[in-house]
């Protein structure tokens, strides 16, 4: 019994011994084998590997590019105009053994996190120190020229880099703004520009619009004066074949036109219902009522044309002064109501 008991402890000590000294490193790791804080071996192939159990110690590192973001970093280009920029950048630990020791030397047991730390600080510096040299201007980094500057970045902070065993791939602006100080004066300004714009278009408008009004001003009066005058044209023409047709008949037999214009005269003076005419008996008015009251025995002078009587001058007897009335076969009425 004692004898079954030690062979499965020793079993389970071997079992324990064989698993202890065997690791496997993934694809996406870098792995460093210690020996009491000492660097003895260094895997970058994945695969299995073999260590001193209990005396040796595996540590492993990210061997894939990882991402860095920066703070936002005010910088000054040599036009004097303040911005602040958003940077982050690709990195990895270096390939070789000797870059994964140098990282392990630099960072100790910091790893990545003391890493990112550092070189956080070494690309702002490097952004710093580009973005702020002699020629670059804010308009530079604005513009695709800064993909250059962007390079240069990359290449300083690179070479800092290899002294913690890392290597920077790239580096990239994710954006570019004002200082906040300064946000509020350039909104003001850009919003008076585009004020400043739209005044302008308005006025071109009201300035193409007046241009139109007088323009349809002017056809307006064109038109309107060439109807005019091919109206007076037509109506001068009406005119003068109205005045042909009238002397005409004048020519023909001129007392007719005479005794017809006399009763358009007539009917034209005596319209209405309520009409006062107020004559002298021996007005041509009346030659050819005149003529009709000849024909009918009663002269035309016999009659008054009109009678007015005052209180004043009525005689006592009114009943004895006659009530003037129009001659006889007249067809006058003097007095209308």
Known sequence: MNRLTIALAAVVVLLVVALSSVFIVEEREKALILQFGQIKQVKNDPGLGFKIPFIQEVVRYDDRILSLDTPA??????????????????????????????????????????????????????????????????????SSERAELMNRIRANADAEAAALGLDVVDVRLKQTNLPEQNLAATFDRMRAEREREATDERARGA?????????????VVEIVSEATREAEIVRGEADGERNGIFAEAYGADEDFFRFYRSLTAYENALKGSNSTLVITPDSEFFEFLDSAGVSSGVGASDAPAAVETSPEAAPEDEASVPEPQPAPGSGVTLGGN
Do not use: M
Request: proline letters at 1%.
């Open 73 to 142: 970093i005010e910088i000054t280009p040599s036009d004097d105009r303040r911005l602040v920029v958003d940077a982050f950048a690709r990195y990895r630990i270096g390939d070789t053994d000797d870059a994964v020791i140098q990282f392990r030397q630099a960072v100790g047991l910091g790893g990545l996190e003391s890493a990112e730390d550092r070189l956080a600080s070494i690309l702002i510096d490097e952004i710093r120190a580009v973005l702020g040299a002699e020629g670059v201007t804010s308009n530079t980094i604005l």
């Open 207 to 219: 300035e193409a619009a007046q241009r139109v009004q007088a323009q349809a001003d002017r056809t």
